[in-house]
């Protein structure tokens, strides 16, 4: 219930995600309310993630709405291919691994799209490559991956 926010004004840091849950909620939303004035009182950060912004939420309580919307509000949108392409190689290359664009797209086109599958991947080949001594290739990606 609401009461696990009690007391958490103290963090240094708190984030709340999926916002969007307790919109409606007058319980939750008072909860989150007092919370919200409590850590703008003192010296704690809040980070609050929803599937929408303040303006849109189905809130019943105006004064959370108002305090959501002084908020720094940022709309974070999901990557596009290329996108991904670019951070399977930003993270190969972390690891000193060298993805050649081609392999990256050859593992988007077989592989789920969201990123935590993308980089499930990228540790598979990772660990193989590095067993079998061998460079991230197409030839190896499908055997590898049995694609």
């Known amino acids: 219930g609401p009461a696990i926010l009690e007391g ?8 709340i995600d999926d916002l969007q849950l307790i919109a409606g909620k007058q319980e939750w939303e008072l909860e989150l309310f007092q919370l919200f004035n409590a850590v703008h009182a ?48 930003q993270h190969a290359a972390q690891r000193g691994m060298d993805l050649k664009e081609e392999v990256a797209q050859f593992i988007l086109l077989r592989s789920k799209r969201n990123l935590h599958e993308l980089l499930a991947v990228l540790d598979k080949l990772d660990l193989l490559s590095l067993a079998e001594q061998r460079l991230i290739t197409i030839p190896f990606v499908k055997a590898s991956m049995n694609w």
């Open 42 to 89: 003192g010296t704690g950060r809040l980070c609050v993630a929803a599937d929408q912004g303040p303006v849109g939420m189905p809130l019943t309580l105006q004064d959370l709405r108002s305090r959501l919307q002084l908020c720094v509000q940022f709309e974070i949108q999901e990557l596009d291919d290329a996108g991904k392409a670019a951070v399977l190689r």
């Open 8 to 15: 958490l004004d103290g963090l240094e840091l708190l984030v």
